[in-house]
């Protein structure tokens, strides 16, 4: 598959209590939960809490210094980190790219071999 031609990106929900959903578009299939803790974990210093697998729902608790936050997988929606706070959402937002611009590294990589 070519993948120079699709966009991977973010989109960062906010409800009326500021809690904050940040999807990972075109990368937030079942598989990719596992590559997207992992690159969280190793490539950006998050530290993994818990990570459950449920029938439709993965769910990761991730620190990354002091702040706490959640990555969910869930077949209708796709994969996104959460918080209840909304003072996190740029720094989420942040490490979120940072997921993809790994992606992307690793992708070029690949199609290079």
């Known amino acids: 598959m070519d993948y120079n031609n699709i ?3 973010i989109s960062t929900v906010i409800d009326e209590n500021g809690f904050a959903e940040i999807y990972f578009e075109q990368i937030g299939g ?5 590559l997207i803790i992992g690159l969280l974990q190793q490539e950006n210093n998050c530290q993994i809490l ?11 608790t ?3 210094n002091n702040m706490e936050f959640v990555v ?3 077949d209708m929606l796709g994969t996104f ?3 209840e706070n909304p003072q996190d959402v ?6 979120a790219n940072n997921v993809i611009v790994s992606i992307k590294d690793r992708l070029k990589q690949e199609q290079q071999k």
């Not at 079942?30 to 596992?34: C, I, L, N, Q």
């Not at 818990?50 to 990761?60: D, G, K, S, T």
């Not at 740029?90 to 490490?95: A, I, K, S, Y």
């Open 50 to 60: 818990n990570n459950q697998e449920l029938i439709y729902i993965r769910v990761a």
């Open 30 to 34: 079942w598989d990719e939960f596992d």
């Open 90 to 95: 740029e720094t989420l937002e942040r490490l």
């Open 62 to 64: 991730l620190r990354l």
């Open 7 to 9: 966009e991977f990106r």
């Open 72 to 74: 969910k997988h869930d």
């Open 81 to 83: 980190l959460y918080t």
